[in-house]
């Protein structure tokens, strides 16, 4: 005698809408409550999140600091060079040394830039040329890129990856 049993399929529990009724307001708070009470219950972690979150703030930041900009219209080097040797073509020169460009003002007031190769033989062969058709030149060795560039390049880098890296 077999016999066989007649299971009805369980029904599942019904979830109950905790949101029913709620304001937008008492959604947000709510919500905000449990980010807060995340937070509170690994607050190492919270810490080091928030850290690589700022790091990488910082870094790019550091990285629209150091990009170059210059103002006026962009010139070919070879263009930059026949301007400085045309009589009265450049009233006032300057050199960024970091970007490696020569920003140049001419007589009615336009101006002018070029980048030039991050060698010390064409900073010194601009230099020549322009003394030779002197022209007013200002060096500008841009100070506060060095120091800031290390920062960026190495040292952000570095610390992202350990505050980011931790689990």
């Not at 030149?137 to 980011?164: A, H």
């Amino acid at each position: 005698m077999a016999t066989t049993t007649n299971k009805k399929p369980q029904a599942k529990p019904k979830v109950q809408n905790t949101m029913k009724g709620k304001s937008v307001g008492r959604r947000i708070a709510d919500s905000l409550r449990g980010v807060v009470a995340a937070i509170a219950g690994r607050p190492l972690m919270s810490a080091l999140g928030f850290m690589a979150i700022l790091l990488l703030v910082l870094f790019f930041i550091g990285i629209s600091i150091l990009t170059p900009r210059s103002p006026g219209t962009e010139i070919s080097f070879s263009q930059a060079e026949n301007l400085i040797a045309t009589p009265n073509g450049v009233q006032q020169a300057t050199l960024l040394d970091q970007d490696a460009r020569l920003q140049l003002v001419t007589p009615t007031g336009q101006q002018l830039w070029t980048a030039y190769p991050t060698s010390n033989a064409y900073t010194s062969q601009l230099l020549t040329l322009l003394n030779k058709y002197k022209v007013s030149t200002v060096v500008n060795g841009q100070p506060g890129k060095v120091p800031l560039r290390f920062v960026v390049q190495f040292l952000l880098p570095i610390l992202i990856l350990v505050t980011g890296g931790t689990d």
